[in-house]
């Protein structure tokens, strides 16, 4: 298994790390290219996410659906399954990751990849409904294989050509391995997680009961996943987005203030890590593009699968309620977590927190003066720390780090009425106190990271515990919702791949994996999935580039017949 992780983050760090170096810091190449391929689409289509977005709208409210259109969903549950597969853990965690690393101004970076996704977006799903294949639906035809195929296999093999089919099946072998992985296999351990964590629940039963539910939706075929997502989706970012509402009028006051300290962090960043440390422009800048575009997934070619089975004859139609995508994920969900978080000073607030000697989240950097530090160091052989202080400190020490941040003093009970005196090992995960106590944790003030970052921001927010049960809720519904949404991308790959007889082995693979997930540690899985998600990139942004004048062909005819007045 040690082996295994060192293959899966080394080639992590070559796809998600590898760039141009700039300085200090190396910008990823992969980053690079979504975020310049945004660009590129933005101006060769016009400022298509400007001059569109009125009119995607009034697609998606479903004024010019026709029933009797090729497809298997409306444009609304298009939508709906998609955003399903994209409004998720990222919104919750992702947001607080790059706020912990980048400071507020990765936010305007995340702001920027969503202004830029949108034409990408819109590119990519316009393809998908150009080149996508339809079967008729006769009377034996199982309604869980679904009528309708497309997304970046299709339109990189029937756009560019067969000779190109070997990219295609690249592609579709990538994310199909993504979706059992990242779309699905961590959405259940996430569930599990907190399940345990909040109410003691076996991990076993939670993946029982979620895999369950997982299998009755996508055992219906993208119709049903339609039906679900077009109801789960609106509801769940609903409930977060009206909980974080009420806390930004709370500190309505704050808002213009936040506001402008995100823009201005954004060019001139004064933090780093959780507020310790100095901030970077690139790192800012890097933090915020990245978890952007995890967010919003734009280039990824994922969303176009689900996208290709809208009910309609017009491709550039889709693709205009699919450029909303990136707007609704990434600049309102997105912005009210961020918002929440800075507003009532969860951001790089320490708080009183067990350091579990033994935990994955404890790490080890060296203190470079001037309040700079070095990351990712090997833990010393052990520290000696007397009154919670360790002896040795200053410039050129490696320090005890939690979330990445230094922690400065120690205690040994919750109460924090002894502070601790004796010997950290950090080898066999423990401490000794002076008088021979065997301690697995001790008591320190430490940032907040990821999920429990948000989860703290809406409990101060909001009275009572209503903040923190907003947030578990959300958690739970976005990792099933997302899970049933990768599942049709999968086996859209497998019926690219295999045909129309793996589409039910799949889908009870997809459900084995599910279950798989919520009982065993899955930070290797998590790894690996990362890397198919940033392999795939590649050939999907080659096939729309090559393919832009198609595309502007195609988009400029439908805003010159303007045929949704006729349907209207």
Known sequence: ??????????????????????????????????????????????????????????????????????????????????????????????????????????????WVTAILGMATKFAEVTLAQQYREVVERGPDHPVWKGTVSGGPMYYIEKGLGPRWKPLAVFFAVGLGIAAFLTGNGIQANTVADVMRDEFSTPLWISGLFTAAVVALVILGGIRRIGQVTSILAPAMATVYVLGALVIIALNWDQVLPTLGLIVTEAFNPSAGVAGVGVGAFLVTLMWGARRGLFSNEAGMGSAPIAHAAAKTDEPVSEGVVALLEPFIDT??????????????????????????????????????????????????????????????????????????????????????????????????????????????????DAPLNGAPLTMEGFRRGLPGDWGQYIVLLTVLLFAISTAIAWSYYGDRCAFYLFGDRAVLPYKIMFVIMHFMGAVVPLAVAWTIGDVFLGIVIIPNLLAIILLTPKLREITRDYFRRRPWESSG
Not at 409 to 419: A, H, N
Not at 421 to 431: E, V
């Open 331 to 444: 600049i309102v969900v997105c912005t009210m977590t961020a918002l929440v978080i800075l507003m009532t000073g969860a951001w790089g607030d320490r708080i009183d927190t067990e350091i579990a000697l033994d935990s994955g989240t404890l790490s080890w950097v060296l203190d470079e003066g001037d309040g700079r530090f070095q990351f990712h160091m090997s833990a010393p052989d052990e520290v000696e720390v007397v009154d919670g202080v360790p002896v040795e400190s200053g410039p050129g020490t490696r320090l005890l780090a939690w979330n990445e941040a230094p922690v400065d003093t120690f205690w040994v009970d919750e109460d924090r009425s002894e502070l601790f005196t004796g010997t950290i090992l950090p080898g066999p995960g423990r401490a000794e106190t002076e008088d021979g106590r065997v301690l697995e944790s001790l008591r320190g």
């Open 1 to 110: 298994m040690d082996r295994l992780r060192t293959i899966a983050e080394t080639l992590e760090s070559w796809v998600w790390t590898s760039g141009i170096p700039m300085g200090e810091e190396t910008f990823p190449l992969v980053v690079l290219l979504l975020l310049g391929a945004g660009l590129y689409f933005t101006l060769r289509l016009g400022i298509i996410q400007v001059r569109a977005f009125g009119h995607g709208l009034a697609v998606v409210t479903g004024r010019y659906d026709d029933p009797d259109h090729s497809g298997d969903v409306t444009h609304f549950q298009a939508l709906s399954t998609a955003l399903s597969a994209t409004v998720g853990i990222g919104n919750i965690a992702g947001v607080a990751i790059a706020l912990h690393w980048g400071g507020p101004g990765a936010l305007f970076w995340m």
